[in-house]
C-alpha cells in the first residue's frame, strides 16, 4: 500500500508533494510519485507525428520526475519515496491504473493554477478522476503546506442520507489508521428574506427548526449504531450561500474534509453530487474524496 502522489512540474506543483508527504505520515505508508507519459494512439502516423509527440511527453514527463525527486530530497529527506514514470492514453487513465498497481490508498492532486491561494480548484485531470477513480482522490489546496504537527481530524461532510453511511465506515478507518480524531458536518443554507414570505416567517422559523433536529436526529443514529463513537464531534454548519456555510465551521492547520459519493453505478468510483461539488470549492482544507 502506499500513497500515490500524480506529480506534474509547474505552479502549484509543490502543493501535491506536501500533501502526498501529510498523508503518508499519517496513515504510516511509503510514498510513490507518479508523472504520467501518453501512450502510442494505435495508429502509427506516416509522418511519424505521433511518435515524436510521444518521445516529447516522455522526456516531459521524466523531466517532471526529476523535479520531484529534487523537490522531495531537499523537503522531506527521510521519506521513502518510489518515482515512476507511467503510460496512458490520458493522465487520469494512467494514474488510475498506476493507483491499481501499486495498491495505492489515495490518489494526490494539487489544484489547478488558476485558483486562488488556499482554495482548492479542480483542474481537469482532478475533475476526470473524481468521475472514475476506484480510490480516494485527495487533492490540495492552492499553496498548501504539510502542518507541522501533521493531519490529526477529519472532517466529514454529512447530508444525512443512508447512502453514506459506508462513507462513514470508511471514514472512521482513515481515521484510525491515521491516529485522528473524527467530526461531522452538515452544511446547509439559510438565505436571508429579501421579502416576509406568504406563510409569515414563523412558518419559515418552523421549517428551519425541524430541519435541525431532524439532523440531529441522524448523528444521534450514528451514535446508537456504534457507527461513530461518542466522543466524535458532531455540528450544523449554515451560512447564506455555500461559502459562508463553510466558513462557519472551525478549521485548523491539521483538518482534512472528507466528502462522500453519489452511487454512479454499478462500479465503485468517485463521483460527487452538485452540493459536494459546491463546498469541495470553498474548502480551505485539503479535501479527500470518497468513492461511492
Not at 160 to 174: C, K, M, Q, T, W
Amino acid at each position: 500500500m502506499t500513497v500515490l502522489v500524480g506529480f506534474a512540474n509547474g505552479r502549484g506543483a509543490r502543493d501535491a508533494l506536501e500533501l502526498g508527504v501529510a498523508l503518508a505520515d499519517a496513515f504510516g505508508l511509503p510514498l510513490t510519485v507518479v508523472t504520467a507519459a501518453r501512450r502510442s494512439w494505435g495508429t502509427p502516423s506516416i509522418s511519424r507525428v505521433d511518435a515524436e509527440f510521444i518521445d516529447w511527453s516522455r522526456r516531459a514527463a521524466d523531466d517532471d520526475l526529476a523535479a520531484a525527486r529534487t523537490r522531495l530530497t531537499e523537503s522531506a529527506p527521510q521519506h521513502d519515496v518510489t518515482f515512476r514514470r507511467v503510460e496512458g492514453r490520458s493522465v487520469p487513465a494512467a494514474l488510475v491504473q498506476a493507483a491499481r498497481d501499486e495498491d495505492a490508498t489515495v490518489i494526490v492532486l494539487g489544484s489547478a493554477a488558476d485558483g486562488s491561494l488556499g482554495q482548492v480548484v479542480l483542474g481537469s485531470t482532478a475533475d476526470r478522476l473524481v468521475h472514475s477513480s476506484p480510490v480516494p482522490v485527495a487533492v490540495a489546496p492552492r499553496a498548501y503546506r504539510a502542518p507541522k504537527d501533521g493531519i490529526d481530524r477529519l472532517t466529514f461532510a454529512w447530508a444525512g442520507n443512508e447512502s453514506e453511511v459506508p462513507a462513514i465506515a470508511r471514514l472512521v478507518a482513515l481515521a484510525e489508521s491515521a491516529s485522528a480524531r473524527v467530526r461531522i458536518v452538515t452544511f446547509g443554507l439559510r438565505r436571508p428574506a429579501m421579502f416576509p414570505p406568504e406563510v409569515g416567517l414563523d412558518a419559515e422559523e418552523e421549517v428551519f427548526v425541524a430541519w435541525t433536529a431532524g439532523v440531529r436526529v441522524t448523528f444521534d443514529s450514528l451514535r446508537s449504531r456504534g457507527l461513530v463513537g461518542d466522543d466524535v464531534e458532531t455540528t450544523i454548519a449554515v451560512g447564506a450561500d455555500w461559502r459562508a456555510a463553510v466558513d462557519e465551521v472551525d478549521w485548523a492547520p491539521g483538518d482534512v474534509l472528507v466528502i462522500g459519493s453519489k452511487p454512479g453505478g454499478a462500479v465503485a468510483r468517485v463521483f460527487m453530487g452538485s452540493s459536494a461539488t459546491k463546498i469541495v470549492r470553498h474548502s480551505p482544507v485539503p479535501v479527500v474524496l470518497l468513492p461511492a
